[in-house]
């Protein structure tokens, strides 16, 4: 079983509606969740952090996190062609070695005009 | 946050060279990472760069593959050594405050 898992998408949605996205991890000692939009050919840039159980909303996007069912999640309200990027889902992990993060295979979402 | 500088961006390498990869950030981490990217895939940790000590390397890298130095605790290096062909990927240093923040990346081709 992979660490972080998430769907690979493509997520087709239409412009306007929400897209939403789901991460799964295994590691139940995990403390921190991210999620990264990454354009093609662009480095990942951070879009939300979560640390604690519930809803935190940030303008469009809302991450959800149920440490109990393991699960984080993203949704992205009325979405816009600009929000077509793949969208990582990152686990920090507390290792011997130190904090790592580990990110799932992301999800590809596209926004139809 | 942080703010990486990465280098090169992009480079087209002729098997059996080596490529070294230069990062800077703009401020004292602890520890650097990083990260491979190949085509269409996520990020997948190659090793963890501490300063003073031997990079950590994650299980299916080597150091005579990837052999990276950490001189001080704001600049690393990723040297991509003996390049062959599957070696063409998106090389990405990053650093953790909170969150992890991202140079540039470089984008290799081996030809």
Same mark, same amino acid.
């Given at each position: ?7 690979? $998408? ?5 412009? $306007?509606? %929400? ?21 093609? $050919?662009?480095?990942?840039?951070? =879009?939300?952090? =979560? ?7 940030? @303008? ?33 992990? %507390? ?19 | ?10 480079? =087209?390498?002729?098997? $059996? ?28 940790? =190659?090793?963890?760069?501490?300063? @003073? ?59």
């Amino acid at each position: 079983q992979k660490e972080v898992e998430q769907n690979s $998408g493509p997520l087709s949605v239409p412009e $306007g509606a %929400i897209a939403s996205l789901n991460c799964t991890y295994s590691d139940r000692v995990s403390q921190s969740f991210f999620w990264y939009r990454q354009y093609s $050919g662009k480095s990942p840039e951070l =879009i939300m952090s =979560i640390y604690s159980n519930g809803d935190k909303e940030d @303008g469009r996007f809302t991450a959800q996190l149920n440490k109990a069912s393991q699960y984080v999640s993203l949704l992205i309200r009325d979405s816009q062609p600009s929000d077509s990027a793949t969208y990582l889902c990152a686990v920090n992990e %507390i290792k011997a070695a130190g904090n790592k993060l580990t990110f799932g295979g992301g999800t590809r979402v596209l926004v139809k005009p | 946050s942080a703010v990486i500088s990465q280098k090169p961006s992009r480079d =087209i390498c002729q098997r $059996g060279t080596s490529l070294t990869i230069q990062c800077q950030v703009d401020s004292q981490v602890t520890m650097m990472f990083w990260y491979r990217q190949q085509p269409g895939q996520s990020l997948t940790l =190659i090793a963890t760069a501490n300063q @003073g000590s031997e990079a950590t390397y994650e299980s299916g890298f080597v150091i005579d593959k990837f052999p990276i130095s950490r001189p001080n605790l704001t600049f690393s290096t990723l040297t991509v050594s003996n390049m062959s062909p599957e070696d063409s990927s998106i090389y990405l240093c990053s650093v953790v405050r909170l969150e992890a923040f991202f140079g540039q990346g470089t984008r290799l081709t081996v030809v």
